[in-house]
């Protein structure tokens, strides 16, 4: 019989991505969460529009006084997964954008567990990259992540498995220089995919990966020399977006002295990392930010744990990398991030420790391709072993779980029963498969891949299909056209809201958190009448709030939501942007 490719499970990968995102390729909406509508979506049409009329976007004018457009890392200018945003418009360069998301962090871990053995591919480690690209980007750490709009932050990451199994392959070849420059293109992409917080996560593994392969091969040069010739290489390649980035970064308040506090309210405890282990918690109908916490479950961790108790090569690297996203993600429970926010310049920038769970669902779902690749090599008593700590794990998960929650309704606890008992399944199945592994192959690894999918794949792929209405509100239209800009206060969900497309909303989200527009964010919170008179500077045409007593003209009103047009400002030769305070000298010069 002739055997099948291993490009065609690429493909087929790529299938079960297009099937996933099917949705968003039909009807109106636009693919994405939260963030996607209050950011994305106006950044990448602004850019769009910009594009379709032969400019480059460097300055978007419309927040405040403007800002450099390219400097801000998230508008992911350069990423290659944004250009068919910004080539097509949103409506369908976002839903491409789902479907690449997918294949994208699939292929990848792949191809990592592909070159995991430097043997002939076997059947058994087709079987396992498949399931392990499978529990990877079906996760709802991934699900989560989407449905709240974080679409940058999963771009980054899903180059992390390339970047992997690019420096694997490297370290293999004869011609080592040319290789080294080659795997250095993952870690360009990861750089200018827009969410510089998580090219730290995304970039940890590497520099794990490499110490690891230096002690495994007994030899520190090669791994030494791919880092710096690969971080170099890779860093020129992304210099493009990077230097803006630098650029700016003294301007903006979340790179100098920040409040932690509420970074470390996304510490995850203790307990929580055994029930980011436990199925189906995702569809608790607890708070969706709350969930996201730790999001990080996979059915997959039986097979990791097969990897992990063999403890064979790379079994160690999954374990130690595991170990280290467990700890980062507990944040102020292990002191780690306190300690890092005040000794490392900037590393306030990294910003909340629960982002590190990515490193859990990296090497679990890694370490279900790796455990199902070593099934010849297994022992029965391997397998037990398995089983027995899978069991004990997820009564744990469970545990915390309610520890979280202790008031949780019964709907809620035989929601997390069915996924402990699909987990147990999942774990009999793969037992019995691995006995009987060389009379029924292809069949049992159907059967699992099947179980595999509903069980951690049916709450992801609803979350995955998470869109919005592009619609302009009744109230608005007669504002459509050429976008007016308007600024909102009182409350932050009206920044871009739904009501507001196409409509620039001069005050919106902006990531760059630019110090000198910090007080117009909080301008609310002390709002008074006066301060209205502001806003024509900033060439303001509608403001939007719910506070009554600007001496304006109300244009509409919804509710308690007040439209008022803003008059034209005096007018205003230049607007200096700095000012320099000196003393007199009595020389008549100004010092």
């Known amino acids: ?47 769009h ?47 491409i954008h789902s479907t690449l998301l997918l294949w994208i962090g699939a292929a990848g871990m792949m191809v990592w567990v592909w070159q995991m053995r430097d043997e002939e591919l076997s059947t058994n480690r087709r079987i396992g990259a498949f399931f ?49 420059a080659v795997s250095s293109i993952p870690l360009a992409l990861i750089l200018v995919s827009g969410h510089p917080p998580s090219a730290f996560y995304a970039t940890l593994p590497w520099v794990v990966w490499l110490v690891h392969l230096a002690l495994l091969r007994n030899d520190w040069r090669r791994p030494l ?23 700016i970064l003294p301007y903006a308040w979340s790179s100098g002295q920040v409040v932690t506090d509420g970074f470390y309210a996304f510490s995850v405890r203790p307990l929580y990392i055994l029930a980011a282990l436990t199925p189906a918690v995702y569809s608790l109908g607890l708070d969706i930010v709350d969930e996201m916490v730790f999001s990080s479950n996979v059915i997959a961790l039986f097979g990791w744990l097969l990897a992990v108790v063999r403890c064979k090569s790379h079994g160690r690297y999954l374990l130690v990398t595991a170990a280290v996203g467990a700890l980062l993600a507990m944040g102020s429970y292990t002191g780690v991030y306190p300690f890092l926010y005040e000794n490392v310049p900037y590393f306030s920038a990294i910003r909340l420790p629960s982002r590190a769970v990515f490193l859990l669902l990296l090497c679990i779902a890694a370490g279900l391709g790796e455990g199902i690749a070593n099934l010849e090599d297994t022992q029965p008593r391997h397998l037990n ?43 009999v199945l793969l037992r019995i498969a691995f006995a009987f592994w060389e009379r029924f192959g292809w069949g049992a690894a159907a059967a699992v891949g099947a179980l595999l999918f509903i069980t951690a794949g049916a709450g992801s792929v609803p979350l995955l299909q998470k869109s919005f209405p592009a619609d302009t509100s009744p109230l608005f239209e007669e504002l459509a056209g050429q976008p007016p800009r308007i600024a909102t206060l009182d409350d932050t969900d009206l920044y ?34 006066e301060h209205a008179f502001v806003l024509p500077l900033f060439g303001v045409d509608y403001l939007l709030t719910r506070e009554p007593g600007s001496p304006w003209e109300v244009l509409e009103t919804q509710d308690d939501l007040r439209l008022y047009r803003v008059p034209d400002p ?20 100004v010092l």
């Open 1 to 47: 019989m002739k055997r099948i490719p291993p490009y065609v499970d690429i493909l087929l990968m790529l299938v079960l991505a297009t099937a996933a995102t099917l949705p968003h390729y039909f009807g109106t909406d636009i693919p994405g969460g939260t963030d996607v509508r209050n950011a994305f979506y106006p950044w990448w049409t602004f850019a």
């Open 49 to 95: 529009n910009q594009l379709m009329q032969g400019r480059f976007p460097l300055w978007e004018p419309y927040q405040f006084l403007g800002g450099p457009f390219v400097a801000n890392a998230q508008s992911a200018l350069f990423s290659p997964v944004t250009w068919p945003t910004l080539l097509l418009g949103p409506r369908w360069g976002l839903a």
């Open 132 to 180: 392990a690209g499978v529990a990877f980007v079906f996760s709802p750490y991934v699900a989560v992540r989407w449905w709240t709009g974080h679409i940058t932050l999963l771009t980054t990451v899903m180059w992390t498995p390339w970047l992997l199994a690019a420096t694997l392959w490297s370290l293999r070849q004869p011609r080592r220089w040319a290789a080294y």
């Open 225 to 247: 020399e791919q880092f710096l010739l690969a971080g170099v290489v890779g860093s020129m390649t992304a210099a493009v977006q990077l230097l803006p980035v630098v650029e």
């Open 385 to 427: 072993a398995a089983l027995g700590i899978t069991a004990a794990i997820g009564l744990a998960g469970l545990a915390g779980l309610l520890d979280y929650a202790p008031t949780l309704e019964m709907q809620a606890i035989r929601s997390v029963l069915s996924g402990l008992i699909s987990a147990v399944l999942l774990a």
């Open 496 to 529: 871009n809201a739904p009501l507001l497309h196409p409509i620039v909303n001069t005050g919106g989200y902006n990531p760059l958190q630019i110090e000198a527009y910090r007080d117009l964010h909080t301008i609310d919170e002390g709002w008074q009448p």
């Open 570 to 589: 005096l007018p205003v030769a230049r607007v200096v942007h700095q000012i320099e305070v000196g003393v007199d000298d009595p020389r008549g010069r």
